[in-house]
């Protein structure tokens, strides 16, 4: 069981906007910089969001990251079929001294 | 081309030992922190170890801790992951990823297959 919460799926239809949680603890999203990772079927994973809400060149502004207290969440504007993928939430944890994973979330686009 | 090509990854009977090689190009691999990552299958991302670009600082999750060693050679621009002591649970596909400065896994590979079994 991760120390970050995720739901294990969300869903939405082509065009809707769907958000992805993110809980964790003040040792944690609580006190330091949140990061997502997209990983499609079958591949690696891919940076989506670094510092909370910093999009890497190449990535659609319909993503969006935010952070507030001890939560995070992930945003996906204008859903598309290719946004079918896992989500990854991560953060560096300072009760463990380790990069920790969210479970996932599942993106299912209807 | 940036690119991070893991190899090594195989079948191993518990108790047994394996160590995975993750070879760099396109970038001056000697200024950034490595990391290695694993998913187990159908399973979520787990982060295993990391190390900083001269090797003077190591970290590990608790969970293979005291089994698992990560070095690097900057001349041959080749981070490893040496693994002991292999347990059923660390079956996975093991990723390596480059830190960038801004703290994100901004390059990843493929991914090495390990699989612990009799």
């Known amino acids: 069981q991760s120390v970050l919460t995720q739901p294990p799926s969300a869903s939405g239809t082509p065009g809707q906007r769907v958000t992805i949680s993110c809980s964790g603890s003040?040792?944690?999203?609580?006190?330091?910089?949140v990061f997502w990772y997209q990983q499609l079927p079958g591949t690696a994973p891919k940076l989506l969001i670094y510092?909370?809400?910093q999009r890497p060149s190449g990535v659609p502004d319909r993503f969006s990251g935010s952070k507030s207290g001890t939560s995070a969440s992930l945003a996906i504007s204008g859903l598309r079929s290719e946004d079918e993928a896992d989500y990854y939430c991560?953060?560096?944890?300072?009760?463990?001294?380790?990069?920790?994973f969210g479970e996932g979330t599942k993106l299912i686009v209807l | 081309e940036v690119q991070l090509v893991e190899s090594g990854g195989n079948l191993v009977e518990p108790g047994g030992s394996l160590r995975l090689s993750c070879a760099a190009s396109?970038?001056?691999?000697?200024?950034?922190?490595m990391h290695w990552v694993r998913q187990a299958p159908g399973k979520g991302l787990v982060w295993i170890s990391r190390?900083?670009?001269?090797?003077?600082?190591?970290t590990y999750a608790a969970s293979v801790k005291g089994r698992f060693t990560i070095s690097r050679d900057n001349a041959k621009n080749t981070l490893y992951l040496q693994m002991n002591s292999l347990r059923a649970e660390d079956t996975a596909v093991y990723y390596c990823?480059?830190?960038?400065?801004?703290?994100?896994?901004?390059?990843w590979g493929r991914g090495t297959m390990v699989t612990v079994a009799s």
């Open positions: 991560a953060v560096w944890d300072d009760s463990l001294s380790a990069w920790v």
């Open positions: 396109g970038f001056p691999f000697n200024i950034y922190w």
């Open positions: 003040s040792s944690n999203i609580g006190s330091n910089f």
């Open positions: 990823a480059r830190e960038s400065r801004h703290d994100a896994f901004d390059v």
């Open positions: 510092r909370n809400n």
């Open positions: 190390v900083n670009p001269d090797v003077t600082h190591t």
